[in-house]
């Protein structure tokens, strides 16, 4: 079974502080993604990769950066956390290809309060 | 208009009742087509892929109409662990990127 592992479930953290998302994945996935979930908005992607040390921004990338240095990991990073970030991230990963029909498994969620 | 649009919901059923879902999809250059399963609080699970001919999985079958650019879940027989919202998701093109509607709500009671 695939094991999606994020590094908080629950996380406080305040305005302006430098935080970090850790996501790690078991099933040597090359494909990894950051999500965050709001009310009303659905999932919306912030960034992606697709093997080591690639990155692709995604549909709402301001305010974020990520690092992938490990095949199995990929860190979201906030540089200066602001209020507007409060919110449900979410780390998926799955096999690779543009056209496969793998879908994404999920991590538990880290639910972020910026205060 | 949003790419994947789905049926706002709640959706408030009996035990037993047969309960449909309604999915759009904006891009028809778009690949791949899923339904996840979110209970509260928890992270999307896949419940099941749409492939063109239809597919069904128990009580669950899933439907899609590439002219129409429409994809369908049907619940029969509905149980209380039900209770969840389902997200139409579709895969562009694009590196596998998947693009989430925002969910319906489905809620059994007994």
């Known amino acids: 079974d695939v094991k999606v592992t994020q590094s908080s479930r629950y996380l406080v953290k305040r305005t302006g502080e430098k935080v970090f998302l850790e996501c790690v994945q078991d099933m040597d996935h090359e494909n990894m993604f950051w999500y965050r979930q709001d009310p009303g908005l659905g999932l919306r992607l912030i960034y992606f990769s697709y093997d080591v040390k690639m990155k692709e921004k995604g549909d709402i990338p301001e305010g974020y950066s990520v690092s992938r240095e490990k095949k199995e990991r990929f860190s979201l990073i906030l540089e200066s956390a602001s209020t507007n970030q409060t919110s449900m991230y979410l780390c998926a990963s799955s096999y690779p290809g543009p056209l496969s029909n793998q879908p994404q498994h999920f991590g538990d969620g880290t639910r972020l309060s910026i205060l | 208009r949003k790419e994947v649009e789905q049926d706002p919901g709640p959706f408030n059923v009996p035990e037993g009742a047969t309960v449909a879902f309604n999915c759009t999809y904006s891009n028809s250059a778009s690949q791949s087509f899923f339904w996840y399963r979110q209970d509260c609080r928890k992270e999307p699970k896949l419940l099941m892929s749409?492939?063109?001919s239809g597919n069904e999985d128990g009580r669950f079958t899933a439907q899609l109409n590439r002219a129409s650019q429409y994809i369908s879940l049907l619940i029969r027989d509905s149980k209380l662990s039900d209770s969840a919202t389902y997200l139409c998701v579709v895969r562009n093109n694009q590196g596998g990127k998947l693009i989430f509607g925002q969910g319906t709500e489905l809620s059994v009671k007994p």
């Open positions: 749409v492939y063109s």
